[in-house]
C-alpha cells in the first residue's frame, strides 16, 4: 500500500537546568531520573496529549552505560509513568544524539509509522565522563584512519584553527564573551526559562533542593578574564576553558507529531520539520562538520543563506561557530546568530543539546514572524555535523 509523507511538526520543548559536571547539580542525581522529569513536564504541559497516544520514545546518551543505559527510551517511558503499550529505544550520534533522536522519530511520523513521538537526550558527565568505558579498534591508528587528535575534542578544535589562521584566539574569545553577554540579557528577559524545568536535587551534605537555572553561565565574563586562560589542548594554543563549552550534566525532551494529529489534539504547532542532513568530514576537524551538511541541505531545497533568517548553531568551541560564519560569508555578529547565546554559557550535555537549540529556535519563532526558516546546526564527534531546516508555522506569510 503506497504512503504518503505528512508534515511533522514541534509541539512543544522543555529540559533540565544545565549543571556543571563533577560536584555540580546533579552531582547525586540519577542520569534516568532528569530525563523521567523532562518527560513528566512535557505531559504535564500538554494536557491534550493523551499519554496513551505516544507511539514512540528516543532518547540520546553518548555514553550509553549505568544509568544512562539499558535502552534508556524505555527505561525513562517506564519510569515516568507512560502506558506499558509505549515503547523506546536509545540512540547514538555523539553531541547531535538528541538532533538524531528528532529527525529520526520525524521520518517515522512522516512516512505514516508514527503520529506521535517524544524525542530528546541526556548526559551526565559528572557521573560518565565522555569516552568511558570506550575501546577504539587500534586500527584506527596503526592503520593511519584517523589522526590522533580526532579522538580528543579539544584538540580537533585546535586543528579546525590551524586550518582556519584567520580565526584567532581574540577573535574565538571575542565571540564567547558575547556568547555569556547574550545568555546574560535573555535570563534578565526572561527568555531562557520558559523551557526549563524545576529539578529537585540531593546533596548528602547540604540537604534537599532545587534546580531552577542554569549553572554554567559567568555573566560578567570580559576579554581580559579571557586572555590569561591556560591553553590545555597545546602550548600557546587558541582553545581555552572561556571560548569552548564546559563539561555538563542535562536532560532534554521534545514533543514531535504528524501537523494533522496536532491539529486534532489541539496542541501547538511551533515549527514544522522541512529537512535534516548530517555528513561526514576527517575526523581530526570535526569543528567543520555543519559546513558540508548545511550545504547538502540548502542545496537539495533551493535555498540559500539568505534565505535563512535565524540560526541555531551549537557551541562546542567558538572557532567552530567562527568557521561556519567564515565559510558561508557571516559576520561574526550577525544578529542571526544564536540571539540568546549559547553553549559556550549555557552548557553543552552532549547527546542532550539538539534539542535545547530547537526550543530556543521555537520560541524565537514565535517572536519573529517576519522569519520564514530557521537552521539547528551541531558539529558531531568522529567527524560529522548535523543540520535542520525548519519552517515557522508563525509566519506572517502563511496563507489565512
Known amino acids: 500500500m503506497p504512503r504518503t509523507a505528512r508534515d511533522v511538526v514541534f509541539v512543544d520543548g522543555a529540559r533540565t537546568p544545565f549543571g556543571k559536571a563533577g560536584k555540580g547539580l546533579y552531582a547525586e542525581t540519577r542520569a534516568d531520573d532528569l530525563v523521567v522529569r523532562v518527560i513528566r513536564e512535557l505531559l504535564r504541559r500538554n494536557p491534550g496529549l493523551p ?10 546518551a553518548t555514553t550509553q552505560i549505568g544509568d544512562q543505559g539499558l ?24 553531541c547531535a544524539g538528541a538532533m538524531t533522536a528528532v529527525t529520526t522519530t520525524g521520518a517515522g511520523i512522516s512516512f505514516g509509522a508514527y503520529d506521535i513521538a517524544i524525542a530528546g537526550g541526556v548526559e551526565h558527565m559528572g557521573r560518565h565522563p565522555m569516552g568511558e568505558g570506550v575501546d577504539p579498534n587500534p586500527r584506527f591508528l596503526s ?22 589562521p584567520s580565526i584567532t584566539k581574540e577573535r574565538a574569545d571575542a565571540y564567547a564573551v558575547r556568547s555569556q553577554e547574550k545568555v546574560a540579557k535573555a535570563y534578565a528577559d526572561g527568555k531562557i526559562q520558559q523551557d526549563l524545568v524545576e529539578v529537585l536535587v540531593r546533596s548528602a551534605e547540604e540537604g534537599y533542593g532545587l534546580a531552577t537555572a542554569d549553572e554554567p553561565p559567568r555573566p560578567g565574563t570580559t576579554l581580559e578574564n579571557l586572555a590569561g586562560l591556560k591553553t590545555p589542548f597545546r602550548p600557546h594554543g587558541n582553545v581555552t576553558p572561556g571560548n569552548a563549552a564546559g563539561l555538563n550534566d542535562g536532560a532534554t525532551g521534545a514533543v514531535i507529531a504528524a501537523e494533522d ?7 501547538d504547532a511551533k515549527m514544522r520539520l522541512v529537512d535534516f542532513s548530517f555528513a561526514g568530514v576527517e575526523p581530526e576537524v570535526m569543528g567543520v562538520g555543519p559546513v558540508p551538511a548545511t550545504e547538502k541541505l540548502l542545496a537539495r531545497q533551493g535555498l540559500s543563506m539568505d534565505d535563512i533568517g535565524l540560526i541555531e548553531i551549537n557551541e562546542a568551541f567558538a572557532v567552530q561557530v567562527l568557521a561556519f560564519l567564515e565559510h558561508f560569508g557571516i559576520a561574526d555578529e550577525d544578529a542571526r546568530v544564536n540571539p540568546w547565546g549559547g553553549a559556550i554559557a549555557l552548557g553543552h550535555p552532549l547527546a542532550s543539546s539538539g534539542v535545547r537549540l530547537m526550543m ?40 489565512k
Not at 51 to 60: L, S, Y
Not at 143 to 164: C, F, I, Q, W
Not at 362 to 390: I, K, N, P, Q
Request: glycine share 10%; hydrophobic share 45%.
Open 51 to 60: 499519554p496513551e497516544r505516544i507511539d514512540e520514545v528516543a532518547i540520546a
Open 360 to 399: 530556543q529556535l521555537s520560541r524565537l519563532f514565535a517572536e519573529r514572524t517576519d522569519v520564514r526558516y530557521g537552521l539547528t546546526t551541531m558539529c558531531v564527534g568522529m567527524g560529522m555535523g548535523g543540520t535542520v531546516l525548519w519552517e515557522n508555522t508563525n509566519w506572517e506569510g502563511n496563507a
Open 261 to 267: 494529529i496536532a491539529a486534532e489534539l489541539g496542541l
Open 71 to 94: 535502552t534508556i527510551g524505555r527505561s525513562a517511558a517506564l519510569l515516568a509513568g507512560l502506558p506499558r503499550s509505549v515503547p523506546g529505544y536509545a540512540i547514538d550520534r555523539m
Open 143 to 164: 592503520e593511519k584512519l584517523v589522526d590522533p587528535s580526532a579522538l580528543v575534542m579539544g584538540n580537533t578544535a585546535e586543528n579546525l584553527h590551524d586550518r582556519y
